[in-house]
């Protein structure tokens, strides 16, 4: 089944720098990689989403990256904010074509934003 | 409505108690999913529902029952539990199963004693 490896585990930043989480995955059938935002007590929520046919994504402040022949992502947060403190799940699903599958998520990045 | 709902909020049973999660959608979504997760750990798949039929099963303990009695519902039933299933458990939906998008419900956190 598929593996999917998530660094750093804890990520210090001072506000208004930039956040970079990475992740890889190990099956390449893999073809959609979404990244959840998760506070504490709260639901994971979608923050921005790519598709293997796709390079890169941008969203405002919030950018993923993908390169399908190393099978890695990451997503790039830039103009830091407090609000952006929780932890970060990035996850990869094979999907597509043959019915519903469920997401693979990394273990999680605590993102902590210093003021 | 744009939400995935679950009830109930906070769950306490004993071991030799039966309880049932709910998870409701009108979002017309035909992919529904269930995910536990425990404290400082990543969502982990249990089931997934396509067009209301079981589709998978990450050989989950048959303590625990999936349901999907119509596309907008899906209990999660529990019986005999251990006090290590303490855990939220967290329902989400897609659009249908070819479109990966899942948007994940508030969860309900289960405490076994």
């Known amino acids: 089944g598929e593996n999917v490896e998530q660094h750093p585990s804890t990520l210090s930043v001072q506000e208004g720098d930039s956040a970079v989480i990475k992740c890889t995955y190990s099956d390449s059938a893999s073809n959609y990689f979404p990244w959840y935002k998760q506070e504490l007590g709260k639901r994971p929520q979608l923050i921005i989403d790519?598709?293997?046919?796709?390079g890169e994504k941008k969203d405002q402040r919030i950018a993923v990256t993908l390169n399908k022949t190393a099978k890695h992502f990451s997503l790039h947060i830039t103009e830091t904010q407090p609000e952006d403190s929780a932890v970060y799940f990035c996850?990869?699903?094979?999907?597509?074509?043959?019915?519903?599958?469920?997401?693979?998520f990394g273990k999680g990045t605590h993102l902590i934003i210093q003021p | 409505d744009t939400e995935v709902t679950q009830t109930p909020k906070h769950l306490v049973m004993g071991m030799t108690n039966k309880k049932s999660l709910k998870c409701e959608q009108h979002?017309?979504?035909?992919?529904m999913y269930w995910y536990k997760q425990k404290a400082k750990k990543p969502p982990e798949l249990m089931f997934v529902y396509s067009y209301e039929k079981l589709s998978i099963n990450e050989s989950v303990p048959s303590r625990f029952s999936p349901e999907c009695p119509n596309s907008s519902l899906l209990n999660l039933h529990l019986h005999a539990l251990q006090p290590e299933d303490s855990a939220l458990y967290l329902c989400?939906?897609?659009?249908?199963?070819?479109?990966?998008?899942?948007?994940f419900g508030p969860g309900t956190r289960l405490t076994v004693l």
């Open positions: 989400a939906s897609s659009q249908d199963p070819r479109t990966d998008t899942q948007y």
């Open positions: 996850a990869a699903s094979i999907g597509a074509g043959g019915g519903a599958d469920g997401l693979t």
């Open positions: 979002m017309g979504h035909r992919a």
């Open positions: 790519i598709r293997s046919n796709v």
